[in-house]
């Protein structure tokens, strides 16, 4: 199962995007695209045990939502 905080966006304020683009809400930016293969799961990763910032927003308790 992907992040549940990963999203992909077509635009950002008044600038739009050709190709929709990672954004995490977590860290609120744009990611890589290699940060998003491990928000996807993707090539035997787990966003869960792999992504920082995840982790770090799971162990504060999930506060800045």
């Given at each position: 199962m992907p992040c549940p905080y990963l999203e992909y966006r077509e635009r950002d304020g008044e600038q739009s995007f050709d190709t929709a683009r990672a954004f995490c809400a977590v860290a609120g930016e744009f990611v890589q695209p290699m940060r998003a293969?491990?928000?996807n799961d993707r090539y035997a990763l787990d966003?869960?045990?792999h992504c920082e910032?995840?982790?770090a927003h799971a162990?504060?308790?999930g506060e800045g939502e």
């Open positions: 293969d491990v928000c966003h869960e045990h910032i995840y982790r162990e504060s308790g």
